[in-house]
């Protein structure tokens, strides 16, 4: 089974719960439409925190390039949950101008290897 490396970024805190629950929590009906406009789960991205983090904001928060200086979306980067998962359990987003997939439902991290750990870039 071909595995891939994706990336979740985050805060600080919600690093801090997944890594105690071992659970990423994925959006849901509840969860604000422009938060899950690709569907409900859990979003990844195949950049890892070794690009710019230009380039990370503008994939995961900003197709329109309008907000990445904002500072509540640069502390969505501050930490990197990486994880080793199935290509069969995620599906890749069809839009050219974005590399986001999404894994439908909650992530459970003790099936997965995985590691979170601070962003090196920020």
Known sequence: MSKITLYHYT????????????????????TPKQHRRFGK???????DPSNDLRSILLNNFDDAGRVINSGRLRDKTEWV????????????VPEDNRDVYVYRGHVDLTLYKHRIYPNPRR
């Open 41 to 47: 789960g859990v979003y990844f991205t195949s950049i």
């Open 81 to 92: 949950i990486e994880v080793s998962i199935p290509r069969n359990e995620v599906e890749k």
């Open 11 to 30: 805060n600080e805190s919600n690093a801090q719960s997944i890594n105690k629950h071992k659970v990423i929590y994925g959006s849901t009906d509840e």
